[in-house]
């Protein structure tokens, strides 16, 4: 079994090669959370204080509580916005058919259309894993189209 320490520091190693890919093109991801100092600050706190019952996320509320709405400090859960993306997977499936056809992930190798294709059409019943991939596939896409040397590119060809 993983410890806490243990998995943000896998996570935190995969977000490092993510900031170095994306570095490469101009547009670094960054991680805050993920910092050595920050996790190391975490990891000292008490683990009956990062975590309890009827508290969600305590340690980010106080973090947060010079900077957050009061209402967004006062949640006792986490937002639960399944039927929502759902209901917008449905209503905008020609939109996300659309981006695929251009797709530059797709063009450069990057992305299955035809997998995506099947996630469009079928879901929601593909459920979670098919969500998750047309999520990552609809954001990946955007960055890429809004990098300045497409965009640079994009006009030359015109």
Known sequence: MSTPDSSVRTIAASVDGVRVLTGRVGAPVHAPYLDD????????????????????????RAAMRPVMPAECLERTTKGEFSADIYQGLRRHRDQLLTLLDGSLLVERGLADATALRRACVRTPAEGVLGVMALDVFIAAENWLRALPAYSAQEESCA
């Open 37 to 60: 100092h920050v996790v190391a600050a975490c990891l000292a706190v008490r683990l009956d204080q990062r975590a309890a019952p009827g508290a969600y996320k305590p340690l980010t």
